[in-house]
């Protein structure tokens, strides 16, 4: 279960900071 919520913060982190470069 910890590495499921790992992984799902993960994606977020790594959707977050794409964000900001799609929009550059």
């Known amino acids: 279960m910890i590495l499921f919520i ?4 993960n994606f977020y982190s790594t959707r ?8 550059d």
């Open 6 to 9: 790992f992984v799902r913060n």
């Open 16 to 23: 977050i900071f794409i964000q900001p470069s799609d929009i």
